[in-house]
C-alpha cells in the first residue's frame, strides 16, 4: 500500500476526527471549533488537491458476501472531492462570524465535518452498498444540521428525514436490484442494460439520485429548510454539496452503470422531470417575498437544467449538466451567502423590510449582481456556457425541452431582478439607516466563489477542457463540436432583454420592485393555483401526511375494536359466565346429589350409545 | 416389599397407639416422615430397577401390582404426604392434636397405596374407602360449622359414590363372577350384549368422577378443600382425591375398559366441561383455597381429557399432569396454609400486599401459579403440551383449542390470585405478618424446586422418565 493510498483514508477520517474534536471542545473555550473545522477542512483541501489526476484503488475486508470496503479515486471523483473540500473551507471561513453568537455551535461544525466526511465517503465508494453507507450517514447530518436551526426547525427536520428517508429506501432498492443483476455490487464492474427490471433498479436509483440533488417531486423540505435551518447549511447542503452528490450519482449510473440510450423512454423521463422541475420551482420562486426561500426555490429549479442536461444522454447535454452542476454549485451557495450577509447585518431577510442598502453593503451586492447574472444566464458568467450546452442538446431531442429550458431562464432572471431590485435597490427602510458591510470572514468566501463565476464563465474553455470532458473521455465526446451556436445565443438574449424589459413593465405597474411579480401572482389562471400551493395542497409530503392520517385513524378505530375485544367484550363474558357457575353453586347438597345423578344417567345412556 | 408399603403405615398406626401416649405423641410425626421418605426412595430405587420381590411378596399373597403407573402414583404420594406432615409441623400448635393428624395421614397413606397398587375392584373399592374415611376425619378436624359442613358434604355424596360402586362391583360379580381387572376386561368384552354390564360400568365410572371431583360430580370438592385445616387440604387436593378418583380412572379406562369408545367420549366431555366449569369458577371466588379447589376442578379436567383422548401419548401425558398437579397444587395449597397461618385468614379481601412480608411464598407461589398455567419452562407447560399435541394428533382440534384457551383463563384466575394476595401495598393488618416458619419454607422451596427441576430438565427427563410411563400399556 502506497501512502498515496492512505490518503483516500485520510479524507474520510480527518474531517470525521474533525468532527468528533468539534463535538467534545466545550462552547465556553473561544474559537477552537472553529480552528478544528477550519484546519480539518484545510487539509482536506489539500488531500483532495494532491491527489487530483491520480487514479487509486483500495479494496479491504468489510462485511463479506461480496461486500467489501472498495475505494476508488479516478477522474470524475477526484474533481468532486476538489470541489467538496473547497466549498466546505469557504463555509467554515463563512461561518467563523456567521454563527460566532448562535446556539448549538459544536453541533453544527461537527456534523458539518461529518458531512464533509460521509461526502468524501460516498463520492469515493466503489461498492454500491458501501456508499449506501456513506449516503445514509449524510441523512443523519441532514437531519441534525436542520435541527438545531431556530426554535420549531425540529418539524422541518423530521419532513426533511422523512422525504429524504423515503428516497434512500429507494435508492437502497435500487441498489439491491442493480446488485442482484450484476452479481456484485462493485460499481466499476457494474454494466447494466436497461430494460424490464433493470428499468425499475434505474429508476430507484435514479429517484435517489435526483432526490438528494432537489429535484421535484422530493423538493419540498427545502424551502422549509431555508426558512428554519442556519444559512450556511443552505448554501452547504441543499445549495452545493447536495447538488454534487446527486448529479455525480445521476451521471455515475446513467452514464457507467446503466447503458442509457438517447432513444430510451428513461432518457425522455429524465428530460421530463428536468423540464418540469425548471418551470415548477422558478414560478413557485417568482412569488416569493422571503431572500432565503426565493433562492432555495431557484435552488430546485437549477436542478432541473442539471437533469435535462444529463436526461439527453448526448454527450454535449451530459457535458453541460455537469458543467451546469459545478457552476451551480458556485453561483448559488455565493448567492446564499450574500443572503447570509444580509440577514447577519439587517438581522431579517423579508423583502419587505429589505431595500436600498446597496450602498452600505457595496461588496455583498456586488457578489450578488455577479452570482445572479450567473444564475440567470448573461453572458459572460459561467452558467451562461454551461446552460447553452445544455439548449444545444435538449433542442436536439426536442424543441418543447428547449422552450421549457429557455422560459426557465426568462423567468429566473426576471425573479432575480425582482430580487435584486427588492433587496438592495429601491427606497431604503429607516431601520436599515446604520447597517454596515460584513466582516471579512463573510466577505472572503463570497468573493472568492464570485470570482470563480467569472474565471468559470470568461475562461470557460479551461474547466470544460481539465474537468468536465475528461469525466466523458475521448470515446464519446469524439465528433462533437462544442463550438457557440450563434441561433441559442441569440435567442438567449432576447430571452433576457426581455426579461428586464418586464421587470420594468412590472416595476411600473404594480409601484415597486418588491411587487414586480405581484401581476403574475394574481393573474386568472395563477392566482388559484399559487393560493393552493401556498397552503401546501401540492406538496406531495403534506398529501401523504393526510394519507396517513386517513389510514392511522382507521387502524386506530380498528385497533379500538380490537381493545373493546379484549378489555370489554372478553371480560365481560368471562365475568357474566363466572356469575353464572358460581350462582349454581348453591351450597345445597340435595341440589349436587341431584347433578351427580344427572351425570349418572348420561353416563349410562351414552354407554348403551342410546345417545 | 411392596406390600410393605401397605402393611408398615399400618404396624406404625398399631404401635403409635399402644398405651404410651406420653412418647408416642413426640414420636408420632417422626414415624410419618420416617415413611414418607422410605416411600420416596423406594420408589426411586424400583424406578432405577435396584428393587425387586422379597421376603415379604413371598409370605402375603395379596395380588399387588408395581407398574409404571402404580410408581408415579407411588413417588407422589411419598412427596404429598411428607409434605403434609411438615406442614402439620408448622400449622398444629398442641401435640395432641398433631398426633391425631398423623395417624389419620398414616391411614390415608395405606389406603392410597392399596388403591395404586391392588389388582381388583372390590379391594380398589375398599382402599378408596379407607383413604375416604380419614379424609372425612381430616376435613372435619377443626370442628367449627364450616369443617363439619365440608365434611358432611363429603360425605354425602361420597355415600353416592359408594353406593353405585357397590352395585356396580355386585352387577360384576351377577354377570362375570369375579373382580379381579383381568377377569372383568374380559367379560366385557365378550359379553357386550348384556343389558347389565354396560350400566355396571357406567356406575362405578361415575362413583369414581364423585371421588374426582369431576364436574358434574364435584359439589363437595370446593367445600371440603376450603373447610379442611391447612396442612390436610394439602393432601386432599395434592393427591387424596386424585388417587382415590382419576388414578382409578385411568386404570380401569386403559386396562379394564380398554379403550370404549363411548366411555372416551364421555370423558372428553367430562374434561373439557371440568376445565371450563372450575376455570369460570374459581374466577370470581374471594377465598383463597376455595379459589384453588376450583382450579383443582380445572386441572383435573385435562388429565380426563387427555384421558378420553385415549393415545398412549395422551395417557402419558395425563399420568404426567397428574404428578404435576400433585407437586404444585400441593405447593399452592402449602402457600395458602403460610398465608393462612400467618395472617389468619384466607379471605382474599381482606389480604393483600404480602409479597414483601413472606418472599419465599410469594416466589413460590409465582412458580406454582405459572407451572399451573402452563408458561414455559416449568413442569405444568409440558404435560399440558404433551395432552394437547395428543388431541391435536387425534383429530380433536376443537377440545385442543378449548384446552389452549382454558389455559389463558387459569392464567387469569391465577393471576387475580397473586395480585390480591401478594402484589401491591399490605393493610394494616397486613404489616406485622411475617414469614412463615421453617417447615412450610423448605416444603414451599422443595416443591418448586421439583417444578423447576422438571420443567429445566425436561429434555433429558423426557425420554428416560416420562416416555417409559406407558409400559403400563399393553
Redesign the interface.
Known amino acids: 500500500m502506497t501512502i498515496d493510498v492512505l490518503y483516500l483514508y485520510f479524507l474520510i477520517a480527518i474531517p470525521l476526527a474533525g468532527g468528533v474534536a468539534a463535538f467534545i471542545v466545550p462552547n465556553r473555550v473561544k474559537g477552537v471549533k472553529e480552528a478544528i473545522a477550519l484546519a480539518a477542512t484545510a487539509v482536506t483541501l489539500w488531500s483532495a488537491f494532491s491527489l487530483f489526476k491520480q487514479n487509486l484503488t483500495l479494496t479491504g475486508e468489510w462485511l463479506s458476501f461480496g461486500i467489501n470496503f472498495e475505494l476508488r479515486l479516478y477522474h470524475f471523483s477526484a474533481f468532486i472531492l476538489c470541489a467538496v473540500a473547497a466549498f466546505s473551507f469557504l463555509f467554515v471561513l463563512y461561518s467563523w462570524s456567521f454563527m460566532w453568537n448562535r446556539p448549538y455551535k459544536n453541533q453544527f461544525y461537527s456534523y458539518l465535518l461529518f458531512t464533509v466526511a460521509m461526502t468524501n465517503g460516498a463520492v469515493l465508494a466503489d461498492n454500491l452498498v458501501l456508499m449506501l453507507f456513506f449516503w445514509e450517514g449524510l441523512l443523519l447530518t441532514l437531519f441534525g444540521m436542520i435541527a438545531i436551526g431556530r426554535p420549531g426547525a425540529f418539524r422541518t427536520a423530521i419532513k426533511a428525514l422523512i422525504i429524504v428517508g423515503i428516497s434512500d429506501l429507494c435508492l437502497m432498492m435500487g441498489i439491491g436490484i442493480a446488485g442482484y443483476m450484476a452479481g456484485t455490487f462493485t460499481i466499476s464492474k457494474i454494466s447494466l442494460q436497461v430494460g424490464g427490471i433493470g428499468a425499475i433498479g434505474f429508476i430507484l436509483m435514479m429517484i435517489g439520485a435526483i432526490s438528494k440533488a432537489g429535484s421535484l417531486p422530493f423538493h419540498t423540505w427545502i424551502p422549509d429548510a431555508a426558512v428554519d435551518a442556519p444559512l450556511p447549511f443552505m448554501a452547504f447542503l441543499p445549495a452545493s454539496l447536495e447538488k454534487l452528490l446527486g448529479i455525480y450519482l445521476l451521471a455515475r449510473i446513467s452514464l457507467d452503470m446503466f447503458k442509457l440510450a438517447p432513444e430510451s423512454w428513461l432518457s425522455t423521463l429524465l428530460m421530463a422531470i428536468g423540464a418540469v422541475t425548471i418551470l415548477v420551482a422558478v414560478m413557485m420562486a417568482l412569488v416569493q417575498k422571503d431572500y432565503k426561500r426565493l433562492l432555495s426555490y431557484h435552488a430546485i429549479s437549477q436542478v432541473g437544467y442539471m437533469v435535462l442536461g444529463i436526461g439527453t444522454c448526448l454527450p454535449i447535454g451530459i457535458v453541460g449538466g455537469l458543467f451546469h452542476m459545478i457552476n451551480h454549485a458556485m453561483y448559488k451557495s455565493c448567492l446564499f451567502l450574500t443572503g447570509g450577509s444580509v440577514e447577519k447585518q439587517t438581522g431579517t431577510t423579508d423583502l419587505a423590510k429589505l431595500g436600498g442598502i446597496w450602498l452600505k453593503m457595496p461588496v455583498t451586492f456586488v457578489c450578488f449582481i455577479i452570482a445572479a447574472a450567473s444564475i440567470s444566464g448573461v453572458p459572460p458568467f459561467n452558467g451562461f456556457f454551461s446552460k447553452e450546452l445544455v439548449y444545444d442538446a435538449s433542442l436536439e431531442r426536442g424543441t418543447i425541452f428547449y422552450l421549457a429550458a429557455i422560459l426557465g431562464t426568462f423567468l429566473t432572471s426576471a425573479s432575480f431582478l425582482k430580487l435584486g431590485h427588492a433587496a438592495f435597490l429601491g427606497r431604503m427602510n429607516e431601520e436599515n439607516r446604520n447597517v454596515k458591510e460584513s466582516s471579512w470572514a463573510m466577505l472572503i468566501p463570497m468573493i472568492v466563489i464570485a470570482a470563480m463565476c467569472v474565471v468559470f464563465g470568461v475562461w470557460n474553455y479551461l474547466p470544460l477542457d481539465n474537468l468536465i470532458k475528461p469525466i466523458l473521455g475521448e470515446e464519446r465526446l469524439a465528433g462533437h463540436h462544442f463550438g457557440p451556436n450563434t441561433m441559442l445565443i441569440t435567442l438567449t438574449v432576447i430571452a433576457l432583454i426581455g426579461a428586464v424589459l418586464h421587470h420594468l413593465f412590472a416595476v411600473k405597474v404594480n409601484g415597486s420592485g418588491y411587487k414586480a411579480s405581484d401581476h403574475i401572482r394574481h393573474a386568472p389562471f395563477f392566482e388559484g393555483i399559487y393560493n393552493k400551493a401556498e397552503n401546501r395542497v401540492f406538496d406531495p409530503y403534506d398529501i401523504v401526511l393526510k394519507v396517513v392520517q386517513g389510514v392511522s385513524r382507521f387502524g386506530w378505530w380498528i385497533d379500538r375494536g380490537i381493545d373493546w375485544i379484549y378489555n370489554e367484550f372478553c371480560v365481560r363474558v ?2 357474566g ?3 353464572l ?2 350462582a349454581a ?1 348453591t ?1 345445597s ?1 340435595s ?3 341431584v ?6 344417567l ?3 345412556l ?4 342410546r345417545f | 416389599m411392596l406390600s410393605g408399603l401397605l402393611l408398615l403405615p399400618l404396624l406404625a398406626i398399631f404401635i403409635l397407639n399402644l398405651p404410651f401416649r406420653g412418647l408416642m405423641q413426640k414420636l408420632s410425626l417422626v414415624f410419618g416422615l420416617f415413611l414418607s421418605v422410605w416411600q420416596i426412595t423406594f420408589v426411586i430405587l424400583l424406578w432405577m430397577g435396584r428393587g425387586g420381590v422379597d421376603y415379604w411378596s413371598k409370605h402375603f399373597t395379596l395380588s399387588l401390582t408395581c407398574d409404571s403407573l402404580t410408581l408415579v402414583l407411588l413417588l407422589s404420594i411419598g412427596i404429598v404426604v411428607l409434605t403434609t406432615l411438615l406442614v402439620s409441623l408448622q400449622t398444629f400448635s398442641s401435640e395432641k392434636q398433631r398426633f391425631g393428624f398423623v395417624n389419620l395421614v398414616l391411614v390415608a397413606m395405606m389406603g392410597m397405596n392399596g388403591t395404586v397398587m391392588l389388582t381388583d375392584l372390590f379391594s380398589l373399592y375398599v382402599f378408596i374407602e379407607i383413604t375416604a374415611v380419614s379424609s372425612f376425619i381430616l376435613i372435619a378436624f377443626q370442628r367449627d360449622t364450616n369443617a363439619l359442613e365440608g365434611a358432611l358434604k363429603y360425605i354425602i355424596l361420597s355415600a353416592s359414590a359408594t353406593i353405585m360402586m357397590l352395585l356396580s362391583i355386585s352387577i360384576m360379580l351377577l354377570v362375570v363372577g369375579d373382580t379381579s381387572f383381568a377377569a372383568a376386561g374380559k367379560a366385557i368384552n365378550q359379553s357386550a350384549g348384556n343389558p347389565l354390564v354396560m350400566p355396571a360400568i357406567g356406575l362405578f365410572v361415575c362413583g369414581l368422577l364423585i371421588k374426582g371431583g369431576v364436574v358434574p360430580f364435584h359439589g363437595w370438592l370446593p367445600a371440603a378443600y376450603s373447610a379442611a385445616p391447612a396442612a390436610a387440604s394439602v393432601l386432599l387436593a395434592g393427591i387424596a382425591t386424585k388417587t382415590s378418583g382419576i388414578y382409578a380412572i385411568i386404570r380401569l379406562a386403559t386396562s379394564v375398559f380398554a379403550n370404549n369408545e363411548s366411555l372416551n367420549h364421555i370423558l372428553l366431555i367430562a374434561g373439557i366441561i371440568s376445565i371450563l366449569v372450575g376455570a369460570f369458577a374459581a374466577m370470581g371466588q374471594n377465598d383463597f383455597k376455595r379459589m384453588l379447589a376450583y382450579s383443582s376442578i380445572s386441572q383435573v379436567g385435562y388429565i380426563v381429557l387427555a384421558l378420553g383422548c385415549g393415545t398412549n401419548l395422551a395417557i402419558i401425558g395425563a399420568v404426567f399432569h397428574l404428578f404435576n398437579h400433585s407437586i404444585f397444587k400441593s405447593l399452592l395449597f402449602v402457600n395458602s396454609a403460610a398465608v393462612e397461618s400467618q395472617s389468619g385468614t384466607t379471605d382474599m379481601s381482606k389480604l393483600g400486599g404480602l409479597g414483601a412480608k413472606m418472599p419465599v411464598t410469594n416466589a413460590t407461589s409465582l412458580i406454582a401459579f405459572l407451572s399451573t398455567a402452563g408458561v414455559p419452562p416449568l413442569a405444568g407447560f409440558w404435560s399440558k403440551l404433551i395432552i394437547i399435541i395428543a388431541l391435536w394428533q387425534n383429530g380433536l382440534h376443537t377440545y385442543a383449542v378449548i384446552a389452549i384457551v382454558a389455559s389463558v383463563l387459569t392464567l387469569a384466575y391465577l393471576l387475580i390470585m397473586q395480585r390480591r394476595v401478594f402484589f401491591g401495598i399490605p393493610n394494616e393488618e397486613g404489616q406485622s405478618v411475617r414469614e412463615a416458619g421453617f417447615g412450610i419454607v423448605l416444603t414451599e422451596s422443595i416443591l418448586a424446586l421439583i417444578t423447576i427441576g422438571v420443567g429445566v430438565l425436561f429434555p433429558w427427563i423426557f425420554n428416560s422418565v416420562v416416555m417409559p410411563i406407558s409400559s403400563f400399556l399393553k
Open positions: 368471562t365475568t359466565t363466572s356469575f357457575i358460581r353453586h351450597g347438597y341440589m349436587y346429589v347433578w351427580s345423578l344427572v351425570g349418572l348420561f353416563v349410562v351414552m354407554l348403551m350409545k
